[in-house]
T-cell receptor
Framework: NAGVTQTPKFQVLKTGQSMTLQCAQDMNHEYMSWYRQDPGMGLRLIHY???????DQGEVPNGYNVSRSTTEDFPLRLLSAAPSQTSVYFC?????????????FGPGTRLTVT | AQSVAQPEDQVNVAEGNPLTVKCTYSVSGNPYLFWYVQYPNRGLQFLLKYITGDNLVKGSYGFEAEFNKSQTSFHLKKPSALVSDSALYFCAVRDWAGGSYIPTFGRGTSLIVHP
């Protein structure tokens, strides 16, 4: 198993540009989520999904969109990039949202918005 | 509502000495508790979890954590630290009674093990 994969690893955007961060998992996990990690802030949840076709907002959803058309993929879209979105983004998955399973994290995408 | 606090931004310990990384939590029901480790430029990796039962939980790489309900704490411990344990450690909590399956993460504690 590849686990949770994320692409790209690094990205530089100009203010106003849009892009999609890709996330895929091959463990048939139902629950997937996106976090951003900023110094001193820990991990903050952006959006999450409990299964294909079901998504919901987390703590900091503004400026981001998600969709979940398949169990495997959970892309994160930045609609109009802003410098405040400069961060490291992590995708995570776990087996079943209603049970107590740990999360598996991808390697992260480091995004800089200039 | 659920919350978790890691009161120390950084913990310094000499190699071979015992280490403790502190975590306290707040939930309305019973907690599910987790510890994760993040090495530089990597994603988080699961270390251990507490669901119910024995208050002392053993995990990966020789780490263990003690659940203390009266003190609402879940401190991470290791009897003898290694330089390779130097990393960022995150505590996370999920409220059993809240019906939420979304964990809340602490801000992280940087562990530095000196040779």
């Amino acid at each position: 198993n590849a686990g949770v994969t994320q692409t790209p690893k690094f990205q530089v955007l100009k203010t106003g540009q849009s892009m999609t961060l890709q996330c895929a998992q091959d463990m048939n996990h139902e629950y997937m989520s996106w976090y951003r990690q900023d110094p001193g802030m820990g991990l903050r949840l952006i959006h999450y999904s409990v299964g294909a076709g079901i998504t919901d907002q987390g703590e900091v959803p503004n400026g981001y969109n998600v969709s979940r058309s398949t169990t495997e993929d959970f892309p994160l879209r930045l609609l109009s990039a802003a410098p405040s979105q400069t961060s490291v983004y992590f995708c995570a998955s776990s087996s079943k949202p209603g049970q107590v399973y740990e999360q598996y994290f991808g390697p992260g995408t480091r995004l800089t918005v200039t | 509502a659920q919350s978790v606090a890691q009161p120390e931004d950084q913990v310094n310990v000499a190699e071979g000495n015992p280490l403790t990384v502190k975590c306290t939590y707040s939930v309305s029901g019973n907690p599910y508790l987790f510890w994760y480790v993040q090495y530089p430029n990597r994603g988080l990796q699961f270390l251990l979890k507490y669901i119910t039962g024995d208050n002392l939980v053993k995990g990966s790489y020789g780490f263990e954590a003690e659940f203390n309900k009266s003190q609402t704490s879940f401190h991470l411990k290791k009897p003898s630290a290694l330089v390779s344990d130097s990393a960022l450690y995150f505590c996370a909590v999920r409220d059993w009674a809240g019906g939420s399956y979304i964990p809340t993460f602490g801000r992280g504690t940087s562990l530095i093990v000196h040779p």
